[in-house]
């Protein structure tokens, strides 16, 4: 069975500090590693996405790591921010068109001051 | 540029009422996939169409059908409510299907 799963559930950490958070997966055959950042009530937004060959990818504060061997990723957040607020969610596509998105149930960070 | 647009945002319904959602894809866009996102969980794979042919189907039971017309809109229809069909709805737009996706807003979806 493809599924995603995210650790921690919940996340709560002070603005300017660094966090880690964790994906694994069992999902084949598979296609590519997205993380996306969700604000509540709103159509999540893409951070980063990763293929087979690629072991990490940035997108400014977002460090996204793969390890398709032992099929974990990883989304490091440096120096967060309020804004940082959100639900993170990771999600692999499988399927024989790499369509079919299974998405982890995601980690609610909080960011307070 | 105009990102992926849902219609409408927020919708009440009825038990074993019937509800048609729709979904614009970014411009040039031919892959239009629906998801379900049941509070507090990630959203859920529920059709995918590309080229007006259905290329995926989630484990969604048969009152959920969808199309895409040759202007690459999209449909999404629930046939006979129930209350756990209350869910955010995202409709998600790429080039093919299988690289980025871009999602619109949802649309709220309340069974009462």
């Known amino acids: 069975k493809n599924q995603v799963e995210q650790s921690p559930q919940s996340l709560i950490i002070l603005e300017g500090k660094n966090c880690t958070l964790q994906?694994?997966?069992?999902?084949?055959?598979?296609?590519?590693l997205r993380w996306y950042k969700q604000d509540t009530g709103r159509g999540p937004v893409s951070l980063t996405i990763m293929t087979f060959s690629e072991n990490t990818k940035s997108n400014g504060r977002y460090t996204a790591t793969l390890d398709a061997d032992t099929k974990q990723s990883s989304l490091h957040i440096t120096a967060s921010q309020l804004s940082d607020s959100a639900s993170y969610i990771c999600?692999?596509?499988?399927?024989?068109?790499?369509?079919?998105?299974?998405f982890g149930a995601g980690t609610i960070l909080r960011v307070k001051s | 540029d105009a990102g992926v647009t849902q219609s409408p945002t927020h919708l009440i319904k009825t038990r074993g009422q019937q509800v048609t959602l729709r979904c614009s894809p970014i411009s040039g866009h031919k892959s239009v996939s629906w998801y379900q996102q049941v509070l507090g969980q990630g959203p859920q794979f529920i059709f995918q169409y590309y080229e007006k042919e259905e290329r995926g189907r989630g484990n969604f039971p048969d009152r959920f059908s969808a199309r895409q017309f040759p202007n690459y809109s999209s449909e999404l229809n629930v046939n006979a409510l129930l209350l756990g069909d209350s869910a955010l709805y995202l409709c998600a737009s790429s080039l093919t299907g299988r690289y980025e996706a871009f999602f619109g807003q949802g649309t709220r979806l309340t069974v009462v």
């Open positions: 994906c694994n997966y069992t999902v084949s055959p598979f296609s590519n």
């Open positions: 999600v692999v596509s499988a399927g024989e068109y790499g369509n079919k998105l299974v």
